[in-house]
């Protein structure tokens, strides 16, 4: 059983800054892209930051410059570096992963169970 595991949330004061970690758990054979999604209250989940195997990384227009996505293979993890950090910026972030369980089978996505940021002005 694959199980993503995220850390790192919490309350912050706007212009401040937060990590996400989300470690990945389980029969896994390879991982593909991994990355963040977040959703505000009323609204969709939105892509904030991946990154593929070979590290390269794609950013929501409005995290450009402020947030960084990085990952550490060996340790199946992904991280989320959030700098300057707004209000709009409140939401669930929840980790998301592409892999697969084995050779033979297509790659899967998984999901975290969401973790929360709250950024107050």
């Known amino acids: 059983q694959v199980q993503l595991v995220e850390s790192g949330g919490g309350l912050v004061q706007a212009g401040g800054s937060l990590m996400l970690s989300c470690a990945a758990s389980?029969?896994?054979?390879?991982?593909?892209?991994m990355g963040w999604y977040r959703q505000a209250t009323g609204k969709q989940r939105d892509l904030v930051a991946s990154?593929?195997?070979?590290?390269?990384?794609n950013y929501a227009d409005s995290v450009k410059g402020r947030f960084t996505i990085s990952r550490d293979n060996a340790k199946k993890t992904v991280y989320l570096q959030m700098n300057s950090l707004k209000p709009e910026d409140t939401a669930v972030y929840y980790c998301?992963?592409?892999?697969?369980?084995?050779?033979?089978?297509?790659?899967?996505?998984?999901w975290g169970q969401g973790t929360q940021v709250t950024v107050s002005s």
């Open positions: 990154i593929t195997s070979g590290g390269n990384t």
């Open positions: 998301n992963a592409n892999l697969k369980l084995s050779p033979s089978l297509r790659a899967y996505d998984y």
């Open positions: 389980g029969r896994i054979f390879s991982i593909n892209a």
